[in-house]
């Protein structure tokens, strides 16, 4: 860290999300513009010089024919090598992200998308290409309230809080387009809500929606999958799944199309 902090340091920033605190650094001040394009969804600025993690962008630069290398360090470990930039900043944006949901005090996230229903949340855990997002926008255009479709972001008493991110609707190319939810006639919650139910589900073409319940401590270690800060708060983490697996209903099934399980689960309540 001695080596890299000798660096020219010509420019940065500061910002906290979530109780996590993180600098910026760059030896380009032209870049610091584009760096803070990459802070995670509801960072604020932040005048402290202490922080939990340090980010370093050392740029490279061309000297006649030669190109030196654009470096990412987070700490002391070189993250990325590149002579692209847009790749540093590409690597930036994962990384801040990651770091915040990881290292989050106040916060637990799942990687789930979220809905607001007659006073209670349903959240809906996935990875990528299990049709999260479908299933949120199929819950939108019924009536129910947008609260994020990527991230549930639980406080420690397990109520879920609004990250109203646009939504991330994939292409048929598998490229994704940011789509606010207002263009989708959508409403964003304001505050947060109750776990209603948790429905552990992906899509397969032409299978109908039979789920079963899930028993709370199944629910909670099922859950435990989907969250961020297990490796680095695992009793924090499980005493908020508990909280949640204890007041909401866990289903779990293969759903088929999108409407067909919405108006089966919003007509039951």
Request: charge should be positive; charged fraction near 20%.
């Amino acid at each position: 860290m001695e080596k890299l902090d000798r660096l020219g340091w010509a420019a940065g920033l500061t910002f906290v999300a979530h109780g996590v605190r993180v600098g910026i650094r760059t030896t380009d001040p032209g870049v610091l513009d584009r760096a803070a394009s990459c802070l995670p969804f509801g960072a604020k600025p932040s005048q402290k010089e202490c922080v939990d993690l340090l980010y370093s962008i050392n740029v490279g630069r061309q000297r006649g024919n030669v190109k030196y290398f654009h470096m990412l360090y987070a700490n002391d470990l070189r993250m990325v090598r590149t002579l692209y930039l847009e790749s540093i900043f590409s690597a930036l944006r994962h990384e801040l992200e990651a770091c915040v949901l990881e290292r989050a005090r106040r916060r637990v996230f799942l990687h789930a998308g979220v809905v607001g229903w007659q006073g209670q949340a349903i959240v809906v855990p996935g990875k990528t290409w299990a049709g999260k997002t479908t299933l949120i926008v199929a819950l939108v255009r019924a009536g129910a309230t947008y609260y994020s479709d990527e991230y549930a972001a639980l406080d420690l008493q397990g109520r879920v809080h609004p990250h109203p991110r646009p939504l991330s609707i994939r292409k048929e190319n598998g490229e994704t387009s940011e789509t606010p939810i207002e263009t989708l006639g959508g409403r964003t919650g304001r505050g947060p809500l109750p776990v209603g139910t948790v429905l552990m589900t992906h899509y397969r073409p032409g299978r109908v929606w039979r789920p079963r319940q899930l028993s709370i401590g199944r629910a909670a270690l099922q859950l435990m999958h989907y969250t961020y800060s297990a490796r680095l708060a695992p009793e924090r983490t499980m005493a908020v799944l508990l909280q949640v697996a204890e007041r909401a209903r866990t289903l779990t099934g293969v759903r088929g199309e999108a409407h067909e399980l919405v108006n089966t689960l919003l007509d039951n309540g």
